[in-house]
């Protein structure tokens, strides 16, 4: 009922759609004159993608850490005492939402690229267009739940968010100055790495995107677990 009904619902994933489709709708505008046989024309929609995972995390760390800095949590669990069923439910509509939008979104770009530039840079392959619209959504969906994780474990909005969006960013940049084998590793399984991999431009080419997406999904659960564990030891 919450999800449904607050304005940083709508407004959080109508931002990511537009963000993901639209910006790379007009990645694949601009790319018209300059695309030839043989291009990955899916990589047009990185930019448009990597922005669009900040609603989703925004959203995410809000799904549960709104009602801490509005006090609503003590309402919630005097409505449903069971803790670990409040977070699951929330992890279980949240995810669902994310992963169906996001889906959505990619495959919106997907369509628009083949139909712009297909003619040109030909077929794409298969399993290509698959990674990148159900590995998109997955991501999506993977992501935002480790912003709600992080989210139930701080209980601070804005906390949370910065924490996001530092994973997200930082590996990438510490692993340039890192060690050889520590700055591969953080490379290599940054969420920039994996949603470059994702889209055909992966950073490391020993490693595909589905690989990457389970390293982020076993970490997001283990901070879903510690989540769990922490909420229900908590007396709010």
Not at 45 to 63: S, W
Request: hydrophobic fraction near 55%.
């Amino acid at each position: 009922t919450k999800i449904r009904s607050l304005r940083s619902t709508v407004w959080s994933l109508g931002v990511m759609f537009v963000l993901v489709a639209g910006v790379g709708a007009l990645a694949v505008a601009f790319s018209q004159d300059n695309t030839r046989p043989g291009d990955d024309i899916l990589g047009l929609g990185l930019g448009g993608f990597m922005v669009g995972q900040i609603p989703v995390i925004t959203l995410g760390v809000l799904t549960i850490s709104s009602e801490y800095g509005t006090g609503m949590i003590r309402s919630t669990l005097t409505a449903c005492p069971r803790r670990a069923r409040i977070l699951t439910a929330k992890a279980l509509v949240f995810s669902a939402l994310a992963l169906a939008l996001g889906t959505a979104a990619i495959g919106t770009f997907t369509l628009v690229a083949l139909a712009v530039l297909g003619g040109r840079a030909g077929a794409q392959p298969a399993d290509a267009v698959l990674r990148t619209v159900l590995g998109g959504g997955l991501y999506l969906a993977v992501i935002g739940l480790m912003a709600l994780a992080v989210g139930a474990l701080l209980r601070h909005s804005a906390g949370a968010i910065s924490a996001m969006i530092g994973f997200v960013l930082l590996p990438t940049i510490v692993g340039l100055f890192a060690g050889e084998t520590v700055g591969r590793f953080l490379i290599t399984y940054s969420p920039v790495s994996i949603s470059a991999s994702l889209f055909g431009n992966g950073l490391d080419p020993e490693v595909n995107g589905w690989q990457q997406l389970g390293f982020l999904a076993a970490l997001t659960a283990a901070l879903l677990a510690a989540a769990y564990a922490a909420v229900s030891r908590r007396d709010v």
